[in-house]
């Protein structure tokens, strides 16, 4: 028997012995750099309350990527926590948002999720010597380039233009604003199920929760200040960006001081209007932002830690800690 074959047997004989339905929970729940398998399956909960095929899509995704991951030979403690099928869940997402619930979808969807596999092996290879996590490049990625090929999709609203002043909400679109900021992460906009999310981070990380809850304030307060359009904030279309940074700046990749909330709180400020403008830069390819100003404005924020002489800024405690 080949020995590339008798490998390949080895691995899956080897990875029967895992609890597969905790890899996948550890993947969704990596969507948010958790790696819980209990805030997995709130997470998941809140997918499946924002639709079945929300749900099963999401799962879908994460699967594939995680095993292609196993099968073309992946760091293995990556695949067991999770790193490996976070991008696939938001790219099976994506795309039953984009197309709709087909089998078409369902292949595009596996083929999607493995190339996001080797996408984050290539993107950590570029990065870990950096000392810069992969984030959810790979996503941004597959789901970019799908969204422009694939002209049978719906094409996503142009951007609004800004309103004069600051932008006034109600008691009620300011409370659906806060849970949506969360939700948007997973493309949910129901406020239930931010909150659903919102427990979730709770169960694994009462840091993370706090950073998220904080994260979603800061960033309505700035959309509302910049007069950004009262139906996209209160969707939370320029918030759940802001959300991501805070959870990775504050509670995960940095180590928690003072200075480092100060420094999520900023990135959390930066991150709305650069979600603003990248949606306008999106526009005219009929794609959006998906998390590319999370990723972008993490890595900037990251790599400038080594010059800022302040305590818990240097991005060393990020290189040596993976979303885990």
């Given amino acids: ?61 994460a699967a594939s990527s995680a095993g292609a991951a196993v ?8 695949v067991v926590n999770g790193l490996q099928g976070y991008c696939g869940c938001l790219t099976g997402i994506a795309l039953v948002v984009r197309l709709g619930a087909s089998w078409q979808t369902a292949v595009l969807v596996v083929l999607g999720a493995a190339v996001c596999s080797v996408l984050s092996t290539a993107a950590g290879r570029f990065l870990d010597p950096r000392g810069l996590p992969v984030l959810t490049a790979p996503y941004c990625l597959v789901a970019g380039a799908l969204t422009i090929a694939l002209p049978n999709g719906p094409v996503t609203a142009g951007a609004a233009a800004r309103v004069p002043g600051f932008t006034g909400l109600t008691a009620a679109e300011a409370g659906r604003a806060l849970c949506n ?87 959390v400020v930066a991150s709305v209007p650069f979600t ?4 306008a830069f999106a526009q005219p390819s009929g794609t959006t932002p998906f998390t590319w100003p999370f990723t972008v404005t993490t890595w900037l924020f990251l790599a400038a830690g080594p010059a800022l002489d302040r305590p818990g800024l240097s991005f060393g405690h990020a290189s040596s800690r993976k979303q885990t």
């Fill in 1 to 61: 028997m080949p020995a590339a074959k008798q490998a390949v047997q080895m691995q899956m004989r080897d990875w029967s012995s895992y609890r597969a339905g905790l890899v996948q929970l550890r993947g969704v729940a990596q969507v948010a750099l958790i790696s819980s398998p209990w805030a997995g399956l709130l997470f998941t909960v809140a997918l499946f309350v924002g639709g079945w095929r929300i749900g099963v899509y999401g799962l879908l995704g």
């Fill in 276 to 279: 603003a403008a990248w949606e």
């Fill in 181 to 267: 900021n969360i939700g948007q992460i997973f493309f949910l906009d129901n406020w239930y199920a931010g909150l659903i999310l919102l427990a979730g981070l709770l169960v694994a990380s009462r840091t993370a929760a706090l950073a998220a809850a904080g994260a979603s304030v800061l960033a309505l307060l700035t959309a509302c200040a910049a007069g950004l359009p009262v139906d996209r904030i209160t969707e939370g279309l320029y918030g759940y960006n802001a959300v991501l940074c805070a959870i990775a700046l504050a509670a995960t990749f940095l180590t928690p001081t003072p200075w480092t909330f100060g420094y999520a709180a900023l990135a």
């Fill in 71 to 78: 099968l073309l030979g992946a760091d293995r403690q990556g």
